[in-house]
T-cell receptor, first 110, second 114 residues
Framework: QKEVEQDPGPLSVPEGAIVSLNCTYS??????FMWYRQYSRKGPELLMY????GNKEDGRFTAQVDKSSKYISLFIRDSQPSDSATYLC??????????FGAGTTVTVRA | EAQVTQNPRYLITVTGKKLTVTCSQN?????MSWYRQDPGLGLRQIYY???????DKGDVPEGYKVSRKEKRNFPLILESPSPNQTSLYFC?????????????FGPGTRLLVL
């Protein structure tokens, strides 16, 4: 069983829709939870990170962590074609090692 | 501009021909790592380095070597490449702060081993 499970999609939504992405994990030792965005032919870039259970907002993006269920989510409101990318969840132990999900490919149709 | 650079960006080679992928960062970061990205498997760590002359295996180190002789450089060496090493490779770096430190990724090297 993988430490981090993420539905690879692909996900296709119309412009303006809410995009909902999620990951589950098995290791309760994970301390920080991150979402990376990867455009085609580019390296991943950090979008958001959270530490505790609850919600964190940044503009149109909301990251949610539920440590009791070992479940994290990313919501994108008012999605734009420029949001079309692969979104990877990642989690870190206290040994600095990142564990990634497989990534979900999102297409926002104009 | 803060960045991680990798060379080459694209490489086609044949089985058994040694190759090196270079990685360099200009942010004075202590921590550097190499990942490979394969469809359905996400990013998997190959090797990492906590500082100069300190390296350790990640999740998939077989068939790879690394060295860290200078803080800014972290080359990935494939002594005898095989077709199952065909993949997209990323170098990354981060500072030695807390766990929340951002990891910066290079643009990737796409390798095809025939």
């Amino acid at each position: 069983q993988k430490e981090v499970e993420q539905d690879p999609g692909p996900l296709s939504v119309p412009e303006g829709a809410i995009v909902s992405l999620n990951c589950t994990y098995s290791n309760s030792a994970f301390q920080y939870f991150m979402w990376y965005r990867q455009y085609s032919r580019k390296g991943p870039e950090l979008l958001m990170y959270t530490y505790s259970s609850g919600n964190k907002e940044d503009g149109r993006f909301t990251a949610q962590v539920d440590k009791s269920s070992k479940y994290i989510s990313l919501f994108i409101r008012d999605s734009q074609p420029s949001d079309s990318a692969t979104y990877l969840c990642a989690m870190i132990h206290n040994d600095y090692k990142l564990s990634f999900g497989a990534g979900t490919t999102v297409t926002v149709r104009a | 501009e803060a960045q991680v650079t990798q060379n080459p960006r694209y490489l086609i080679t044949v089985t058994g021909k040694k190759l090196t992928v270079t990685c360099s960062q200009n942010m004075n970061h202590e921590y550097m790592s190499w990942y490979r990205q394969d469809p359905g498997l996400g990013l998997r760590q190959i090797y990492y380095s906590m500082n100069v002359e300190v390296t350790d295996k990640g999740d998939v180190p077989e068939g790879y070597k690394v060295s860290r002789k200078e803080k800014r450089n972290f080359p990935l060496i494939l002594e005898s490449p095989s077709p199952n090493q065909t993949s997209l490779y990323f170098c990354a770096s981060r500072g030695a702060g807390g766990l929340e430190e951002t990891q910066y990724f290079g643009p990737g090297t796409r390798l095809l081993v025939l």
